[in-house]
Structure formats: structure tokens, C-alpha cells
């Protein structure tokens, strides 16, 4: 098994422009989030889902849509992109949205300049 | 909403000592809680978790203990060795509904040979 897989690894943005952050897993999990992280504060949720077709905001969802048309998949769009939103961004997923450990995906490093 | 606050946020040891974490939340809801080891520039991964029915968990050298009423929990890390170097994570979820967890600010942990 791959586990979760993101793409892509380094991606620089201007103020303003849109892209896509993927991520997939290939261990049938139901659970499936997008974190954020930045210096000194942790990892902040961004969105989950706990299954195809359903999709929920975590603590700073503002910014950034997620669909989840697939089980395997969760991509992360950025709408227009602003500087707030450099960051580094990480995929996990779960077995179920039961409190079940998460596996996380290697990362997307975003710098929006 | 739930708030983790983790101390301290730099903590170096000799190797050989032991290391302790802290962490408070502040949801009496919250029921799981998980401690991630992120090595620099990889993901984090779980290194143990513990429920709210359980007052302490051991494996080998790492336990973690929770206090309900106090609502606080720490990682313990016995006999360190230059691979704990590392930052830790320590989270918290109430698991209504979905697993929504709740990062503190991390520990950066330097083992010193």
C-alpha cells in the first residue's frame, strides 16, 4: 500500500491565482482531513470527511473548498489564493470517524507570495 | 470548541534522562488523545494514545497519562536516546459526530549525547 500520497510536494502561488492540493489514500478509509500547519501553532483543521459525498468545516475552513466524489480521494482547492495562506499542508486519513489513529500524507509545502 | 495548550515548547535533555510533556484541554467532553512525533521535514506519525477510560498506558520506553479532573495529560519518555529528537504533538477530540482533533502548539525535544 502507498498509505496517503499527496501532490504536489513544493508549490509557489501568486496573490490572487487558484490551484488544487491533492491527496488520496489507498486504504479504504472513510476518514479523511486537511490540515495546516504553521509555525508555533500546531496543526489546524481545515476540513474532513467522513465519507463519499460528505463534507465538513474544521476550525479554519475560510479560503478553501474540498469535495469527496470518491472514498480514495480528498482534494483541497484554494479559491484565490492569499499570502495568510503559506503553509504547510498535510492529508490524513482514518480507518473510520471513530477516534482511530490517523495516517498522515507527506505534505504539500504552499508558498503564495 | 475544545483548546489544547502544551508546555513546554523547547525542552532539552541529556540522553539517558527522561523527558516529560504536558498538555491541558479544556472540553470535559473530550474523550481520545493521541501524541504524533514529527521528525524534521516528514509527517507526523502516531507514537501512542490513550482514552478516557484509562488513567495511564505504557509502551516500552513511552506512557502517557491522563487526569480526567484536572483535565490534563503528558507524555513521558524514559532512557531518551538521539532518535527522540523530535517535535511532539500532543491532540484531543470529543469524537461527536467525527473525530475533530485539537493540536497543542508542539514540543521541539533535543536529546543532547
Known amino acids: 500500500n502507498a498509505g496517503v500520497t499527496q501532490t504536489p510536494k513544493f508549490q509557489v502561488l501568486k496573490t490572487g491565482q487558484s490551484m488544487t492540493l491533492q491527496c488520496a489514500q489507498d486504504?479504504?478509509?472513510?476518514?479523511m482531513s486537511w490540515y495546516r500547519q504553521d509555525p508555533g501553532m500546531g496543526l489546524r483543521l481545515i476540513h474532513y470527511s467522513v465519507g463519499a459525498g460528505i463534507t465538513d468545516q474544521g476550525e479554519v475552513p475560510n479560503g478553501y473548498n474540498v469535495s469527496r466524489s470518491t472514498t480514495e480521494d480528498f482534494p483541497l482547492r484554494l479559491l484565490s489564493a492569499a499570502p495568510s495562506q503559506t503553509s504547510v499542508y498535510f492529508c490524513?486519513?482514518?480507518?473510520?470517524?471513530?477516534?482511530?489513529?490517523?495516517?498522515f500524507g507527506p505534505g504539500t509545502r504552499l508558498t503564495v507570495t | 470548541g475544545e483548546n489544547v495548550e502544551q508546555h513546554p515548547s523547547t525542552l532539552s535533555v541529556q540522553e539517558g534522562d527522561s523527558a516529560v510533556i504536558k498538555c491541558t484541554y479544556s472540553?470535559?467532553?473530550?474523550?481520545?488523545f493521541p501524541w504524533y512525533k514529527q521528525e524534521l521535514g516528514k509527517r507526523p506519525q502516531l507514537i501512542i494514545d490513550i482514552r478516557s477510560n484509562v488513567g495511564e498506558k505504557k509502551d516500552q520506553r513511552i506512557a502517557v497519562t491522563l487526569n480526567k479532573t484536572a483535565k490534563h495529560f503528558s507524555l513521558h519518555i524514559t532512557e531518551t536516546q538521539p532518535e527522540d529528537s523530535a517535535v511532539y504533538f500532543c491532540a484531543a477530540t470529543s469524537n461527536q459526530g467525527a473525530q475533530k482533533l485539537v493540536f497543542g502548539q508542539g514540543t521541539r525535544l533535543t536529546i543532547n549525547p
Open positions: 472540553d470535559s467532553a473530550s474523550n481520545y
Open positions: 490524513a486519513s482514518s480507518r473510520t470517524s471513530a477516534a482511530y489513529e490517523q495516517y
Open positions: 486504504m479504504n478509509h472513510e476518514y
